[in-house]
């Protein structure tokens, strides 16, 4: 079936890095375009960023636009997110999610994994 | 900046009861909206894309329309297992996946 784990999480002093990773599988991920979002605890959620299907086109929202990469290996069906300079602001659960059609960039989010837990504490 | 407000962030409802959430864009997004629901400590789960079609295997008893500035999720008859919140998110403008705040559906 068509799936999404992501993994990577962990706790991390402001400052630090993290790389998130997110394993596809049941579809072709390699004609979806993919993003990540991101849930603070007791808050909404937050879109993070966007990949093309090719990896040309990325976008990042502005609060972690300059600290974040987002990336993708179609070869190993992977999405990643390396996170660098972490704030406390950043803890949340990160979610990868697929794009519904694969001839919209801008499409809705069919499929999310499950999230892993970022946590940004001294 | 593009904001998206959702209203209210909070109802209190009976099963039964039929539930509408709105959703205004600060500018004109055609009809490049979706509906998610989400329940605790589960990923969102997508209920409606451009603004009022039903993603497959989601009841009927969802519905969304709209289109330009303002939009609104109904439920025609509230279940049980609705209670939940909802999130609107716009996929037009930059950035392309801005979610609004989230409707909080509760028991009364």
């Known amino acids: 079936q068509v799936q999404l784990v992501e993994s990577g999480g962990g706790l991390v002093k402001p400052g630090g890095s993290l790389r998130l990773s997110c394993a596809a599988s049941g579809f072709s991920f390699s004609d979806y375009y993919m993003n990540w979002i991101r849930q603070a605890p007791a808050k909404g959620l937050e879109w993070v960023s966007f990949?093309?299907?090719?990896?040309?086109?990325?976008y990042y929202a502005d609060s972690v636009k300059g600290r974040f990469t987002i990336s993708r290996d179609n070869a190993k069906n992977s999405l990643y997110l390396q996170m660098n300079s972490l704030r406390a602001e950043d803890t949340a659960v990160y979610y990868c999610?697929?794009?519904?059609?694969?001839?919209?960039?801008?499409?809705?989010?069919?499929?999310w994994g499950r999230g892993t837990v970022v946590t940004v504490s001294s | 900046d593009f904001q998206l407000t959702q209203s209210p962030s909070f109802l209190s409802a009976s099963v039964g009861d039929r539930v509408t959430i709105t959703c205004r864009a600060s500018?004109?997004?055609?009809?490049?909206l979706a509906w998610y629901q989400q329940k605790p400590r589960k990923a969102p789960k997508l209920l409606i894309y451009?603004?009022?079609t039903l993603q497959s295997g989601v009841p009927s008893r969802f519905r969304g329309s709209g289109s330009g500035t303002e939009f609104t999720l109904t439920i025609s008859s509230l279940q049980p297992e609705d209670f939940a919140t909802y999130y609107c998110?716009?996929?037009?403008?930059?950035?392309?996946?801005?979610f609004g705040q989230g409707t909080m559906v509760e028991i009364k």
């Open positions: 451009a603004a009022s």
């Open positions: 998110q716009q996929l037009n403008s930059y950035p392309p996946g801005a």
């Open positions: 999610a697929k794009s519904l059609d694969p001839l919209f960039p801008y499409d809705a989010f069919d499929v």
């Open positions: 990949i093309s299907k090719s990896g040309t086109t990325i």
């Open positions: 500018q004109g997004i055609s009809t490049y």
